[in-house]
């Protein structure tokens, strides 16, 4: 396997079926959790990053000379995607000093956020999704992550200020 099958696929979880986008995304989250503690927040979003550009290098080298420019192996989008999700908690946690894992419904919510938008793709994440090359493969999801971290700071919101749990 060379390596930007390696990134594309994250160690060759794009293989597993069905659903590998869903397989990429349950892998990216003891992964986001490991880099969570080893570093915060700050780790994490450094991370998020480095995965976004090296996803871009893996979907351009996998799909160069392909009809299918978004193959269902490449689930590295997925790792970008959910760790932006994850930044609902992560930042949180790590600002004022909270176990992460004490947030688990965040987690949850996270999740199936995330997954909801990058398999329904309202709005922007259908415009993005639309987008050929590996620009497309990665923007929805990047976007769907924006989206469900939202939605999971908007239910902490909900949950904390107008439930006060």
């Not at 079926?17 to 969570?36: D, E, F, I, K, N």
């Not at 946690?93 to 309202?122: M, Q, T, Y």
């Not at 994440?125 to 990047?142: E, Q």
Request: aromatic fraction near 10%.
């Amino acid at each position: 396997m060379n390596a930007a099958t390696l990134i594309g696929t994250v160690g060759g979880v794009g293989y597993l079926r069905p659903a590998p986008g869903t397989w990429g995304s349950l892998a990216a989250l003891p992964l986001a959790y490991g880099l969570h503690l080893l570093g915060g927040f700050p780790l994490l979003a450094l991370a998020t990053l480095a995965v976004c550009i090296a996803g871009y290098w893996a979907t351009a080298e996998m799909t160069r000379g392909q009809a299918n420019h978004d193959p269902s192996e490449i689930v590295i989008d997925e790792v970008a995607g959910q760790w932006l999700a994850i930044w609902a908690i992560s930042y949180p946690a790590w600002a004022h000093d909270i176990a992460i894992s004490a947030l688990w419904p965040g987690w949850v919510a996270a999740f199936a956020l995330f997954r909801l938008f990058d398999i329904w793709k309202p709005g922007p994440v259908g415009w993005a999704d639309r987008k050929t090359g590996p620009v497309g493969v990665m923007l929805d999801d990047v976007i769907a992550g924006i989206l469900a971290a939202l939605g999971v700071a908007a239910l902490a919101g909900f949950s904390h200020g107008v439930l006060g749990l």
